[in-house]
């Protein structure tokens, strides 16, 4: 069931990014500013405010609201580097399970489970998958 809820999860998240590219696209094409979108590898404007913002809000709705505008600027700046901000997702999404599957199979083998650990095993085991991960390349 979690592979079906992380896979759901994947392509969900491609389509909004993708949603997010196609409408800054057009926003960049209504401003006459392709040229600056495509050779001016600099932080879309107000995306440093968003973030900002994101951690002023009161409300769940006004936070809902606020987060879409953080990942959409985030897809833009995907943009303006030259890189796929599906792609980039995408491999911390797979990093994500691996390191997560990490900290299980190690508890697993000690007679544990996740809900059996304490938060610093897990760290400690999730910095080990990272380092491995990090050997590896």
Do not use: C, Y
């Not at 405010?49 to 959409?72: H, I, P, S, Y």
């Not at 580097?81 to 491999?91: D, I, S, V, Y």
């Amino acid at each position: 069931m979690a592979r079906k809820e992380a896979a759901f999860a994947r392509d969900s998240a491609a389509v909004e990014t993708r949603r997010a590219a196609l409408g800054e696209k057009k926003a960049a094409l209504a401003r006459n500013e392709v040229e600056r979108a495509t050779t001016t590898p600099v932080l879309p404007s107000g995306a440093e405010q968003k973030l900002a913002d994101l951690k002023a809000q009161e409300t769940e709705r006004r936070l809902v609201l606020t987060l879409g505008d953080v990942l959409f600027a985030v897809a833009n700046l995907g943009r303006w580097m030259k890189t796929h901000p599906e792609e980039a997702l995408r491999g911390t999404l797979r990093r994500f399970e691996s390191r997560f599957h990490h900290i299980e199979n190690s508890l697993a083998g000690r007679g544990k489970s996740p809900r059996d650990s304490t938060l610093a095993e897990m760290d400690t085991l999730w910095e080990e998958a990272k380092r491995r991960e990090a050997s590896a390349d």
